[in-house]
């Protein structure tokens, strides 16, 4: 079992930056692939920004490219989305999910882990 806890969310104004932690408990050796995920009210769950931890795979959302920087502390088993440049379309719970299988992309099927969510919310 792995258990994942988000933290780092918050209100900022547009142009501003926030960085999401997501620590990572329990049998982390097991985990091929970790990323982020947003879900803004009425609207589908998406990809954000995820990558295979044992190689160099690293998929970003084509709206995110050049805003945010997903980075992994191998010591301290924890997964950091560095958010910069926010805009209001950003608002969303993010969510941050690890999978024992070597798939790594976007398909939320793919994810057998989940934390619970932490909110992020940017003004105009």
């Known amino acids: 079992q792995v258990q994942l806890v988000e933290s780092g969310g918050g209100s900022v104004q547009a142009g501003g930056s926030l960085r999401l932690s997501c620590a990572a408990y329990?049998?982390?050796?097991?985990?091929?692939?970790m990323g982020w995920f947003r879900q803004a009210p009425g609207k589908e769950r998406e990809g954000v920004a995820t990558?295979?931890?044992?190689?160099?795979?690293?998929y970003y959302a084509d709206s995110v490219k050049g805003r945010f920087t997903i980075s992994q502390d191998n010591a301290a088993n924890t997964l950091y989305l560095q958010m910069n440049s926010l805009k209001p379309e950003d608002t969303a719970m993010y969510y941050c999910?690890?999978?024992?299988?070597?798939?790594?992309?976007?398909?939320?099927?793919?994810?057998?882990?989940w934390g619970q969510g932490t909110q992020v919310t940017v003004s105009s």
């Open positions: 990558f295979s931890t044992g190689g160099d795979n690293t």
């Open positions: 329990g049998y982390t050796y097991s985990i091929d692939c």
């Open positions: 999910a690890a999978s024992t299988r070597p798939l790594c992309g976007f398909e939320s099927g793919w994810y057998n882990y």
